[in-house]
């Protein structure tokens, strides 16, 4: 007959083992995402290190519950199911982000953004506007391609230059005014020199008579970023200078709140 020691020890390792299953779960979505939503079985065994066993069992299952699918070619891909989850994410996130957002629109006096990367888009999950009667050119559940767009070409600073190039093949780079980058290696250079510089700037790139100022959020789950955007009249290239580094504030404190980091603030 097991002792008591007996049965805790066992019930601790059904209790982790249940923990690792959620977290190799987990994982999984991840890397499905990481391999731009549709990967193999053999493909994830490989990105994952898990043992092929392992990995049909929790495909299997996520299949069973919608957070994962099996598409007619027998790859698999993320399944609709997360896409509500998701986007309550971001909606949250941009709920309490609002108040920083104020902070900056209070100090800066144009509109302030928020945006998130989902599926080689940016949607802007959060607005606070400025007080001026022209204010804003878009608004909070918009979706646009990343490279005509400064919130956009900021979160592609933070990325490795061959998941840009895969992103924007996929995406294409249609031109939405006669400023927009429509080539990747023009695209490449100028995310080097917004890397270094710390901020992104759209010139009139997705809408005419409006300049924008982009900061990437860093060290955060999923790819974001804050903005200040305007008229060209009012946020002038000298402007630029002056509230770039407000952005850059913001931006950093949104970061380490996101990661965790003083949540009560």
Not at 31 to 40: F, M, R
Not at 201 to 223: F, H, I, K, N
Request: aromatic share 4%; charged share 25%; with cysteine.
């Amino acid at each position: 007959m097991a002792d008591d020691s007996d049965t805790s020890t066992t019930a601790k390792a059904s209790r982790d083992g249940g923990v690792q299953s959620l977290r190799r779960a987990f994982e999984l979505l991840e890397h499905l995402a990481d391999t731009g939503g549709e990967a193999s079985l053999s493909e994830l065994a490989a990105s994952s290190g898990l043992p092929m066993p392992t990995i049909h069992r929790l495909i299997r299952t996520l299949v069973a519950l919608g957070y994962v699918r099996q598409n007619s070619n027998r790859r698999y891909a993320l399944g609709a199911r997360l896409i509500r989850l998701g986007e309550n994410a971001s909606m949250q996130f941009g709920t309490w982000a609002r108040p920083l957002l104020a902070e900056l629109v209070e100090e800066v006096g144009e509109t302030a953004n928020l945006a998130v990367l989902e599926r080689d888009e940016v949607v802007y999950v959060s607005q606070v506007p400025s007080k001026h009667s022209m204010r804003m050119f878009t608004e909070v559940g918009r979706r646009l391609l990343p490279h005509g767009t400064g919130v956009g070409k900021a979160i592609l600073s933070q990325l490795p230059a061959d998941e840009v190039r895969a992103l924007l093949k996929r995406t294409g780079m249609p031109a939405y005014t006669e400023h927009t980058l429509t080539d990747p290696d023009e695209m490449l250079a100028q995310l080097d020199k917004i890397a270094a510089q710390g901020y992104a700037v759209d010139e009139s790139e997705q809408e005419l008579g409006v300049r924008c100022v982009a900061v990437p959020l860093t060290g955060t789950p999923a790819p974001a970023a804050i903005s200040v955007s305007g008229p060209e009249g009012r946020l002038t290239k000298e402007a630029v200078s002056r509230i770039a580094p407000a952005v850059q504030r913001i931006a950093a404190t949104l970061s380490a709140h996101l990661a965790g980091e003083d949540l009560s603030a």
